[in-house]
T-cell receptor
Framework: RKEVEQDPGPFNVPEGATVAFNCTYSNSASQSFFWYRQDCRKEPKLLMSVYSSGNEDGRFTAQLNRASQYISLLIRDSKLSDSATYLCVDRGAPSGGSYIPTFGRGTSLIVHP | NAGVMQNPRHLVRRRGQEARLRCSPMKGHSHVYWYRQLPEEGLKFMVYLQKENIIDESGMPKERFSAEFPKEGPSILRIQQVVRGDSAAYFC????????????????FGEGSRLTVL
């Protein structure tokens, strides 16, 4: 199965800092990507989709670089509540008529006062 | 608007027993995915089902594990003769879209079932 690679971290940053995570994917045919957030011992929740043109949602910006096959997530003005594990997800390309989303292992972010 | 419902939330089994995990997708969703997350690990795909059909089970161990999604009722992940290595969080996710349907294919996750094998 195709892979999604992330730096596990942890990234330890002060409140107000800007932090960026990268994620690489191996399936060159993949079209759709996501960033999910997972708090300790909780279920993953969608943070944002990643579009070819990039997208921004408040303090969060996601970018896709197809040539280099990586996705990035930028968090500005970090809050204590941003502390979590951020999962990069490759929706994949249809195989036999179905998509199988592949998750990276996640990047841990710790925001401290 | 109930989300994805999983039960039990916590399950303790002794080696050799059976574990049954249930998942009811969100209303209007007909696609169910099961993922396993070992401690300090990422989510690993196990199986993808639609109503009455297993679409892809390439991530599921060939022995002891089975899954179903009947016409009526929840999807069930069944683990027979559990071993300590089966201890993990099992997450179910549902999706509205299929491969032929336009959309982002976002997965909505249940809170997970945490299996502990003694």
């Amino acid at each position: 199965r195709k892979e999604v690679e992330q730096d596990p971290g942890p990234f330890n940053v002060p409140e107000g800092a800007t932090v960026a995570f990268n994620c690489t994917y191996s399936n060159s045919a993949s079209q759709s990507f996501f960033w999910y957030r997972q708090d300790c011992r909780k279920e993953p929740k969608l943070l944002m989709s990643v579009y070819s043109s990039g997208n921004e949602d408040g303090r969060f910006t996601a970018q896709l670089n197809r040539a280099s096959q990586y996705i990035s997530l930028l968090i500005r003005d970090s809050k204590l509540s941003d502390s979590a594990t951020y999962l990069c997800v490759d929706r994949g390309a249809p195989s036999g008529g179905s998509y199988i989303p592949t998750f990276g292992r996640g990047t841990s972010l710790i925001v401290h006062p | 608007n109930a989300g994805v419902m999983q039960n039990p939330r916590h399950l303790v089994r002794r080696r050799g027993q059976e574990a049954r995990l249930r998942c009811s997708p969100m209303k209007g969703h007909s696609h169910v995915y099961w993922y396993r997350q070992l401690p300090e690990e990422g989510l690993k795909f196990m199986v993808y089902l639609q109503k009455e059909n297993i679409i892809d089970e390439s991530g599921m161990p060939k022995e002891r594990f089975s899954a179903e999604f009947p016409k009526e009722g929840p999807s069930i992940l069944r683990i027979q003769q559990v071993v300590r290595g089966d201890s993990a969080a099992y997450f179910c996710a549902s999706s509205r879209v299929s491969s032929t349907h336009q959309g982002t294919g976002e997965l909505f996750f249940g809170e997970g079932s945490r299996l502990t094998v003694l």
